[in-house]
């Protein structure tokens, strides 16, 4: 079966320093991959998608940046926050061809 | 751009009332999904619908796809406590489009 991990399931950091959040997936593979923020009691806003290794789109402009070394690996970056960027991140992985999306434990990020 | 709407966007409920989300699209829609997020939890994938007036049941849940499949609705009977949490609609407008969120709708039980 197929499973979703993120890491650190939160993290509180000063503004101005550097962001690595990371998400893996497993039993599946060539998976499309989201990056997801949600700010407290709002909607899902898509950040960036990926449908294969090295091609990531981003859906916003702001200083955050993704990257897919692997095939199953998605990794979410800044190298500076700002307070604004403080929310819930959610990773999620669908199927090709099948649009079930289904979403990692997420990290919860205080930027201070 | 496609846009994807809920209403209302929070409902608070007595615990054993009914409970009704609408979902609506600016465009029609190839599929749509629904999810649950619980508080403090992540979405988590409910049901697909894909057919033109598709209705689908899972136990006191039930989800219809509109006859111009540009709008849905999640209808919840006899509501519980279990129930709370944000519900989303997504659609897509073809299989090789990305799907779109709806902003969710809130449910509050009052036990």
């Known amino acids: 079966s197929q499973t979703i991990h993120q890491w650190p399931a939160t993290l509180v950091q000063p503004v101005g320093s550097p962001l690595s959040l990371e998400c893996t997936v497993e039993?599946?593979?060539?998976?499309?991959l989201y990056w997801y923020r949600q700010a407290a009691g709002r909607g899902l806003q898509l950040l960036f998608y990926s449908v294969g290794i090295g091609q990531i789109s981003s859906e916003v402009p702001q200083n955050l940046s993704a990257s897919r070394p692997q095939d199953r690996q998605f990794i979410l970056s800044s190298k500076k926050l700002l307070l604004s960027d403080s929310g819930f991140y959610l990773c999620?992985?669908?199927?090709?061809?099948?649009?079930?999306?289904?979403f990692g434990p997420g990290t919860r990020l205080t930027v201070t | 751009g496609q846009q994807v709407m809920q209403i209302p966007q929070y409902q608070h409920v007595q615990e054993g009332e009914d409970f009704t989300t609408y979902c609506n699209s600016s465009?029609?829609?190839?599929?749509i999904q629904w999810y649950k997020q619980r508080p403090g939890g992540h979405p988590v994938f409910l049901i697909q619908l894909v057919k033109s007036g598709e209705v689908k049941k899972q136990k006191r849940l039930t989800f219809q796809f509109g006859e111009a499949k540009k709008n849905s609705s999640l209808h919840i009977t006899a509501t519980q406590t279990t129930d709370v949490g944000t519900y989303f609609c997504?659609?897509?407008?073809?299989?090789?489009?990305?799907?779109?969120f709806g902003p969710g709708t809130s449910l509050s039980v009052i036990p």
């Open positions: 465009t029609t829609l190839s599929n």
């Open positions: 039993g599946t593979s060539n998976p499309n």
């Open positions: 999620a992985w669908e199927a090709v061809g099948i649009s079930e999306q289904y």
């Open positions: 997504a659609g897509m407008k073809t299989s090789y489009d990305k799907v779109i």
